[in-house]
């Protein structure tokens, strides 16, 4: 094998190389839009629930203090 055609196997080696690891980063890629997604929906049911939360304590609030606002007519 000459000089020239084991640098032309190493460069073929090397582009293979290139491609596993563009292949390793297509698949990463893919598991963090997975993870990214089930972010994006763990947030929206959290905001959601802190929402009600919220919403509830306000009626609650507002509802002590009409019970106070009635003893003390």
Do not use: C, H, P, W
């Not at 939360?53 to 003390?72: A, D, M, P, W």
């Amino acid at each position: 094998m000459t000089a020239v055609e084991q640098q032309i196997q190493q460069i073929r080696t090397a582009l293979g190389r290139i491609r596993t690891i563009k292949k390793s980063l297509t698949e990463v890629a893919k598991g963090v839009a997975v993870i990214k997604a089930e972010a994006d929906s763990l947030n929206t049911d959290i905001q959601s629930a802190l929402k009600s939360i919220e919403q509830t304590l306000s009626f609650v609030t507002s509802e002590s203090i009409g019970k106070e606002y009635q003893k003390n007519i």
